[in-house]
């Protein structure tokens, strides 16, 4: 059985920079793709940032590509997301997620199945 556990939220002011952990156990050798998704009240959960497990050209939505990089260390079976010149609207919930089945990079979040419990980022204006 594999888990995530997600680190690193916070308050922070607009212009202001985060990082995010998500740390991977359990079985990680099945892992074929990690993604970073946000979600806020009322809304569904959307697609961020998305990594293949082995290597590869990220992939970006594109409200936060040229703000956000997500990487990962696959030593340590982290996957990160650096979120910089942050704004209101990033004001969200976060969640990891991996998926097993896709060796190309998917976006949608019925096509992961291993999720973290989230973790909350405000920008306050």
């Known amino acids: 059985q594999a888990q995530l556990v997600e680190s690193g939220g916070g308050l922070v002011q607009a212009g202001d920079s985060l990082s995010l952990s998500c740390a991977a156990s359990?079985?990680?050798?099945?892992?074929?793709?990690m993604g970073w998704f946000r979600q806020t009240p009322g809304n569904e959960r959307e697609f961020v940032a998305g990594?293949?497990?082995?290597?590869?050209?990220?992939l970006y939505a594109d409200s936060v590509k040229g703000r956000f990089a997500i990487s990962r260390d696959n030593a340590k079976n982290t996957v990160y997301l650096q979120m910089n010149s942050l704004k209101p609207e990033d004001t969200a919930v976060y969640f990891c997620?991996?998926?097993?089945?896709?060796?190309?990079?998917?976006?949608?979040?019925?096509?992961?199945?291993?999720w973290g419990q989230g973790t909350q980022v405000t920008v306050s204006s």
């Open positions: 359990g079985r990680t050798v099945s892992f074929r793709g």
């Open positions: 997620a991996a998926q097993r089945r896709y060796l190309r990079m998917t976006t949608p979040p019925a096509d992961y199945d291993i």
């Open positions: 990594i293949a497990w082995s290597g590869g050209s990220p």
